[in-house]
């Protein structure tokens, strides 16, 4: 695999990042310094050299703003992610907190539905029932009928009784009557012997 001029400038950059060229240009102003101080002679090419050092160090302090301003801000921008961060963590423990509520709520809404249908079940079994007062009439009804079958008990239990007196009566008078039969009947044959010694 062969690596391209491209990817080599993309590493490069990836590795330097923005302040990359600072470096060597901080180096090329020291040793443009260090040439210029041990230069004696003043001359044109000295005077040129001392013109690009003075831009060379207003360029590497241009960059050393900008780094600290970079860097600031990324201080910045990390609090703010940190804070961020924060909100959104306080959000999902909010949202968390909602989700139970929720779901307390749901459980007390089902509870509330289940006990509605039974009420409601309840309700149609108890307007099938006849009300109070028609269930009073009824056991009022139902009690004058109990006096008056106990009463006509009574009267058959009397009418029971008087013919249970009778059926005895007639009973002894049954057994008397054949008592008087038997001992009629034993008389019967004495009467027909007595009457067989006389002839």
């Known amino acids: 695999m062969s690596i391209t001029d491209d990817d080599i400038i993309k590493h ?3 590795i330097e990042g923005d302040g990359g060229s600072d470096d060597r240009r901080i180096n090329t102003t020291v040793k443009a310094f260090l040439k210029w101080s041990h230069d004696p002679n003043e001359n044109e090419e000295s005077h040129g050299l001392e013109q690009r050092l003075l831009s060379n160090l207003g360029m590497v302090e241009g960059a050393m703003a900008k780094s ?6 990324n201080l910045k921008e990390r609090q703010n992610y940190d804070k961020l961060n924060e909100q959104i963590a306080k959000q999902i423990e909010d949202a968390y907190t909602e989700i139970a509520e929720c779901k307390e709520e749901l459980h007390q809404a089902k509870r509330v539905r289940r006990n509605r249908q039974e009420y409601d079940a309840l309700a149609k079994v108890i307007q099938q029932q006849p009300d109070r007062q028609d269930t009073l009439k009824k056991l009022e009804d139902l009690d ?3 006096e ?4 006509s008990g009574k009267e058959l239990d009397q009418k029971l009784e008087k013919r249970k007196k009778q059926f005895h009566v007639l009973m002894a008078a049954i057994y008397e ?3 008087i039969l038997e001992a009629d009947n034993e008389t019967a044959p004495e009467e027909d012997g007595v009457s067989m010694d006389t002839t």
């Open 12 to 14: 490069r950059l990836l």
């Open 68 to 73: 600290c301003q970079i860097y600031n801000m």
């Open 144 to 146: 004058k009928e109990i």
């Open 148 to 151: 008056s079958t106990s009463g």
């Open 177 to 179: 009557m054949q008592r």
